[in-house]
């Protein structure tokens, strides 16, 4: 257990809907990021927050948009969802500096 | 562009001692890490390198050559949990993509 959570840990909707993903980061951890990993696919990164601050930004759609809130949860949100937006994606904590990034057990998203 | 490359499969038995490389074009980096990552699982951190040279953590040692762009993960004593993907990842200095993770190597550990 990473310590960090996120939540659903299924969702299933459909094309053109719109969903909202969860995650806590461990305690005492300020960085969180967002990734997406599609079938059999590696890890694309999505955004970095740190401490409420969007720090990094990586191929994030525009339908795609996040915020971390002052307790540093972090939400994700997808919007006019398409099929190929199915897939896994992962939150990650870490203090930010260090390389280690301590990854959630991600929610599995299905567009139908 | 940014990339890191990787085998896509390797396979090993029990007890022996597998190599996996990770090859990189990437114009700046901080450091090297490599993750595991079992099926329908979460990745999970094993090794970074911050400079040149070998890591050891127990079973698992990392290297990194900056000057010849090359990084690898070498498991030793391989077990059949040992059995699932790896990754090499950089947190690059600038770039759109920050944090880039390579391919993926696939691991079999053969009974």
């Known amino acids: 257990d990473s310590g960090v959570t996120q939540t659903p840990k299924h969702l299933i909707t459909a094309t053109g809907q719109r969903v909202t993903l969860r995650c806590s980061p461990r305690s005492g951890d300020l960085s969180v990021y967002w990734y997406q990993q599609s079938l059999d696919q590696g890890l694309q990164f999505l955004i970095q927050?740190?401490?409420?601050?969007?720090?990094a930004k990586g191929n994030i759609l525009e339908r795609f948009s996040a915020q971390q809130f002052p307790d540093l949860h972090s939400e994700l949100n997808l919007s006019s969802l398409e099929l190929g937006d199915s897939a896994l994606y992962f939150c990650?904590?870490?203090?930010?500096?260090?390389?280690?990034?301590?990854f959630g057990p991600g929610t599995r998203l299905l567009v139908l | 562009g940014q990339s890191l490359e990787q085998p896509s499969e390797v396979t090993a038995v029990e007890g022996a001692i597998v190599q996996i490389n990770c090859t990189y074009q990437t114009s700046g980096f901080y450091g090297l890490s490599w993750y595991q990552q079992h099926d329908g699982g979460a990745p999970t951190f094993l090794s970074y390198n911050g400079l040149d040279g070998l890591e050891e953590t127990g079973r698992f040692s990392s290297f990194l050559s900056r000057s010849d762009s090359y990084g690898y993960l070498l498991l030793q004593e391989l077990q059949m949990k040992d059995s699932a993907s790896y990754f090499c990842?950089?947190?690059?200095?600038?770039?759109?993509?920050?944090?880039?993770f390579g391919t993926g190597t696939r691991l079999k550990v053969l009974a």
């Open positions: 990842a950089v947190r690059g200095r600038s770039g759109v993509c920050k944090y880039i």
């Open positions: 927050y740190y401490n409420g601050e969007e720090r």
């Open positions: 990650a904590s870490s203090v930010e500096g260090p390389a280690t990034q301590y």
